[in-house]
């Protein structure tokens, strides 16, 4: 695709997104970080399942999910375990550590429930609303990888506290 032609489209999806953010028809209040929620307080935290190579690595979901808790709890808020529920929680810190031969991925995801409707059909998922990622060489050094992850949660962390100051 040409550059121009690949202009227009940015521009025409740049309109699009403005026009129904002003639409006074769509109800609600637009968010910027879509980490905004109703009580700051507690944090449901869920690790994802570890691969072979982080376990073989030296990494376990029960160091990744220490660190979350300290970085969650330094910031005076409360991690709480997520666990699957009916009706589904509102929202979920979402972490994500993988390892390879010689480089890592660290990921971290806030997600929301959402619902939308197709024809006469209601859907329910989580969708992500802030997402971040740290991709490197990890130079056979867990302590490096447990240090990126603990980068990210706090630039999460302070992004949460700002996004829901009263």
């Known amino acids: 695709m040409s550059l121009f032609r690949y202009s227009i489209i940015l521009a025409i ?13 769509i109800k609600g209040t637009w ?8 009580s ?15 376990k073989d690595f030296g990494l376990t979901a029960e160091r990744i999910r220490t660190k ?8 005076h808020l409360e991690p709480v375990d997520f666990k699957v529920t009916y009706p589904p929680q509102p929202y979920q810190l ?3 550590v993988q390892i390879n031969r010689i480089s890592f991925l660290v990921e971290i995801h806030f997600l929301r429930r959402v619902s939308y409707k197709v024809g006469k059909r209601d859907f329910e998922m989580y969708a992500t609303t802030w997402s971040q990622n740290i991709f490197g060489s990890h130079g056979s050094d ?12 706090e630039e999460f962390l302070n992004a949460y506290v700002k996004a829901n100051q009263n």
Not at 13 to 25: E, M, V, W
Not at 40 to 54: H, R
């Open 13 to 25: 999806f740049a309109s699009t997104i403005c026009r129904a953010q002003n639409n006074p028809a």
């Open 31 to 38: 968010s910027t970080s879509g980490l905004e929620i109703e």
């Open 40 to 54: 700051i307080k507690a944090i449901p935290v869920y690790v994802c399942p570890l691969d072979d190579a982080t």
């Open 68 to 75: 979350c808790d300290f970085k969650v709890r330094q910031m």
């Open 94 to 96: 979402m972490v994500s």
């Open 142 to 153: 867990s302590d490096y990888v447990l240090s990126a992850l603990e980068a990210i949660m």
